[in-house]
């Protein structure tokens, strides 16, 4: 049985943006010596700043498509081959760009497409490259090309894999809210809230502990009971003995209560 405790505990305003507490969060951790390798992350927190800010830790998290997180039409850049220093191989129909320029003061990309190959395919209406006089162009920047790789992670098996343990904690903050009513707290101001969360993630982490540390135990007894039973045979028939010695109770305690009530009456 596996360990897993809450090691952070924020609480804010209502107005305040959820993607600003993930790197407060890591920073925190930092300190206190438990920084993560990987951070899985939903949709509010993975944004293209927080995955640069988030320094030495890998942000996994679905990108936001389109504008205002609505899916934009046709192609998109993430459809685009790309070569790890951010230059386009290859377009969706599998065509090599004449050449790439990148500007260092604009830190933007632009390929340059033949323009004859580009007017005759079959899927120029759908690709975000633009016609010129001389190429049809495809300008993105940095950033773009970060989400553009991100977004083909994001369509990997390697992302579903490694996503699937996000799941997780929904169940514990279920449980945190089902064991201690940690929604439903008696106090008021953002301070005295604080307060009250964090001992509640505390108590729900010793439930925790306590839970893994009787299973430890209890597997341990059955690993001593199967390994040696002619060494150790009270280890074997103790659970027989305590469940004999319970029915032999259990039968007789209510004569004991009675006796003893007679007695009592008596005096």
């Not at 390697?158 to 904690?169: L, S, T």
Request: hydrophobic share 35%; net charge positive.
């Amino acid at each position: 049985m596996r360990l897993n405790l809450i090691t952070h505990v924020a609480v804010e305003k209502a107005n305040e943006q959820d993607g600003d507490a993930l790197i407060p969060a890591i920073e925190g951790s930092e300190q206190r010596g438990i920084k993560p390798k990987t951070v899985l992350a939903d949709l509010a927190y993975g944004s293209d700043q927080n995955a640069q800010d988030a320094k030495g830790v890998e942000l996994v998290s679905p990108v936001r498509d389109g504008i205002n997180g609505k899916q934009t039409e046709g192609m998109r850049i993430c459809d685009f081959s790309f070569e790890d220093n951010g230059r386009v191989m290859n377009c969706p129909a599998g065509h090599s760009p004449e050449n790439v320029k990148y500007k260092k003061k604009t830190k933007r990309f632009t390929a340059h497409f033949d323009l004859e190959r580009c007017r005759t395919c079959p899927q120029v209406d759908a690709c975000p490259i633009k016609p010129g006089k001389k190429y049809y162009y495809l300008w993105y920047s940095e950033k773009d090309y970060r989400l553009a790789c991100r977004r083909q992670f994001e369509a990997s098996d390697e992302f579903i894999d490694i996503y699937r343990w996000r799941a997780g904690v929904e169940a514990t903050m279920s449980q945190y809210d089902r064991l201690t009513g940690a929604k439903r707290l008696r106090v008021r101001g953002l301070r005295s809230v604080r307060f009250c969360a964090t001992l509640k993630a505390t108590g729900l982490n010793i439930i925790r502990a306590a839970a893994v540390r009787i299973a430890q135990r209890k597997a341990k007894r059955l690993a001593m009971g199967s390994v040696l039973p002619d060494f150790m045979p009270f280890p074997v028939f103790k659970e027989q003995i305590g469940r004999y010695c319970s029915n032999v109770l259990k039968i007789y305690q209510p004569n004991f209560v009675r006796a003893y009530s007679e007695i009592e009456s008596a005096a």
